[in-house]
């Protein structure tokens, strides 16, 4: 069964979930300031459903599909995200702490401002996002490909990113400390204004390019002739 063009409240869903005939598709639905903690919501697909202020907190939501939702400000603390999909969906400062988000995916989605301490992040697959002043410290992305991602202002801090390979993408103004990059590509990401400093310990071990080495002598004021 699918659901379409409703406004749907807790115990609505709860109905729905519990029936005989469990839907398996949301389109066009408003979930907006929900409370929807705790639910199972395994399996299900949303499209073009909007969640903004709605929490999800402590939901089941492995294996779950969104596409092209408003997701602004929601909260999915202690959240389980096992191998759930988001595709061009608004979850910006959205709240993941705590979070199970093994082999979850996140692509062309916009999460500035979101917040992803202490989740559990294996597998995470983040594609084509933007990440502005989000907050993913002590999150692993070893060995990652990590392709368009706009980390602008984010904060890094304790971040395992060695071998990490940046395929474009921004870390302007990001904060790195106490961040690993070793073994990591970083010839193909702005990195905005690095110092020698920079390079000597939280860099130290990736590679940059001859375009960014050089602006770098640029900026300590040494000209290479």
Do not use: Y
Not at 22 to 32: G, M, T
Not at 73 to 93: E, G, I, W
Not at 98 to 123: M, P, Y
Not at 170 to 194: C, H, T, W
């Amino acid at each position: 069964m699918d659901v379409s063009d409703s406004s749907i409240t807790r115990v609505a869903l709860s109905a729905m979930l519990e029936g005989p005939d469990r839907p398996h598709r949301f389109e066009r639905c408003a979930f907006d300031e929900a409370d929807l903690g705790g639910l199972d919501l395994s399996g299900l697909r949303f499209s073009a459903c909007t969640f903004t202020d709605a929490s999800l907190a402590r939901a089941n939501l492995s294996d779950a599909v969104f596409e092209r939702c408003r997701m602004g400000r929601v909260d999915a603390t202690l959240a389980d995200l096992s191998d759930a999909r988001f595709t061009a969906c608004d979850l910006h400062m959205s709240k993941w702490v705590r979070a199970r988000l093994s082999a979850a995916q996140f692509t062309d989605c916009k999460l500035s401002g979101a917040v992803f301490t202490e989740a559990q992040a294996l597998g995470l697959v983040l594609q084509s996002c933007r990440l502005v002043g989000a907050d993913l410290r002590g999150l692993s992305f070893r060995k990652t490909r990590l392709e368009q991602l706009d980390l602008s202002d984010a904060d890094l801090g304790g971040c395992d990113l060695r071998d990490a390979e940046f395929d474009g993408g921004s870390l302007r103004g990001a904060n790195l400390k106490n961040a690993r990059f070793q073994g990591a590509d970083l010839r193909a990401v702005e990195l905005g204004e690095i110092t020698v400093s920079d390079i000597t310990t939280v860099l130290k071990g990736a590679t940059i390019s001859t375009e960014q080495a050089e602006r770098l002598v640029a900026a300590l004021g040494v000209r290479v002739m």
